[in-house]
């Protein structure tokens, strides 16, 4: 397994929502901030797969160990900053 990073930027004028399987947690990124997964990937396939939901709405699933994920919002631990999903 190789250690993967990946970040995702808001670039957009409005907030964008960022939720990471099967963790269900969602984060809010506003403009310019930054959500930073760390993890171990399976050595086949995608790492990430990433499913748009529609323009401010993505849905990460991280390919590999996800007790091993760690997640960074603008540089920072990102626990605090998600909620859980009310419904599935």
């Known amino acids: 397994m190789a250690r993967v990073q990946q ?5 957009k004028h409005e907030p964008v929502y960022i939720s ?5 947690e969602c984060f809010e990124l506003e403009p310019g901030d930054k959500l930073t997964l760390l993890f171990d990937a399976n050595d086949f396939g995608d790492s ?6 529609n323009e401010r709405e993505l849905v ?3 390919n590999g160990r996800n007790g091993q994920l760690e997640l960074s919002f603008n540089g920072r631990s990102a626990e605090g900053r998600s909620w859980n999903f009310k419904h599935r």
């Open 20 to 24: 990471v399987g099967p963790r269900e």
């Open 7 to 11: 970040t995702f930027q808001n670039d």
């Open 60 to 62: 990460l699933w991280p």
């Open 48 to 53: 990430i797969r990433v499913n748009v939901i």
